[in-house]
C-alpha cells in the first residue's frame, strides 16, 4: 500500500483507535497493542492500552501475536487476536464472540457468508501454543491442529472479511462504514511519491 495503515484516518479517528474502540466497546478488559515499525508515532497517539514490541516488524504474525500474549495479564482466560487495517468491525462481532467463547467454546472464528474474518478468539488454555506460533506455522496452524475445538459463528458484518492492502480498498472501506471519501494521502503518509496516486 505505501503507506502506514494504524495512522491513516478513519472517519474522525484513526485506523489503529477505531479498532481500540471497537474491542473497547465489545467488552475486552486489557488491549495490547504489538509495535514494530513506527513504534514511537504509536505510542504518541495510542492512550490507556498495554505495548508489545516485535523486535523484527518484517517477521511473521505469529511473532507479534506472541509478544501480545506475553503482555496479557497471568489472570486472562482467553485473547481476541484483532488485525489493525480491520477498522470498521462492529462491537458486536467482539460481543458475541466472548459470548460463544463463555458457552465453551475456546476457538471461535467469525464468518460472513461463510468466510472467515477477525477477529478471532482464543482461549488461553491454548497460551504455550500461542507462545510458539512463529515456529509452528501461525495461527491457522493452531486452529488447523484443533479442529474440534473450532467453532464458527455467523456475524451481521461484512467488514470482519475487509482488509485494506491497497488504497483501493482503503478507499471503498472508508466510503462504505463511514459513508464518506476518505481523504487523499498526504506526502508523510506514504513512501511512494505523490504522482503514484494520481
Given at each position: ?76 482466560e482467553a485473547a481476541l487476536i484483532a488485525l489493525s487495517d480491520h477498522p470498521a468491525v462492529p462491537a458486536t462481532v ?38 510458539n506460533l512463529s515456529s509452528s506455522g501461525g495461527l491457522r496452524a493452531l486452529f488447523e491442529a484443533h479442529p474440534a ?43 511512494e511519491t505523490p504522482d503514484a496516486f494520481i
Open positions: 500500500m505505501g503507506a502506514f495503515k494504524p495512522l491513516l484516518p478513519f472517519g474522525n479517528k484513526t485506523v489503529i483507535e477505531c479498532c481500540i474502540d471497537y474491542l473497547r466497546e465489545g467488552g475486552v478488559e486489557t488491549i495490547v497493542v504489538v509495535l514494530g515499525h513506527r513504534a514511537e508515532e504509536l505510542r504518541r497517539k495510542i492512550t490507556g492500552v498495554t505495548f508489545a514490541v516485535n523486535p523484527d516488524p518484517s517477521s511473521e504474525m505469529g511473532a507479534s501475536i506472541a509478544a501480545g500474549v506475553e503482555q496479557l495479564p497471568a489472570t486472562a467482539v460481543s458475541d464472540l466472548i459470548n460463544t467463547w463463555k458457552e465453551g467454546a475456546r476457538l471461535i472464528v467469525p464468518t460472513w457468508q461463510n468466510r472467515g474474518g477477525h477477529p478471532v478468539l482464543v482461549d488461553l488454555s491454548f497460551r504455550r501454543e500461542l507462545l475445538e473450532v467453532k464458527r459463528i455467523a456475524v451481521d458484518s461484512p467488514f470482519i472479511a475487509r482488509d485494506m492492502d491497497t488504497w483501493d480498498d482503503y478507499r471503498a472501506l472508508h466510503l462504505e462504514a463511514t459513508g464518506k471519501p476518505a481523504p487523499e494521502p498526504l506526502n508523510n503518509q506514504t513512501n
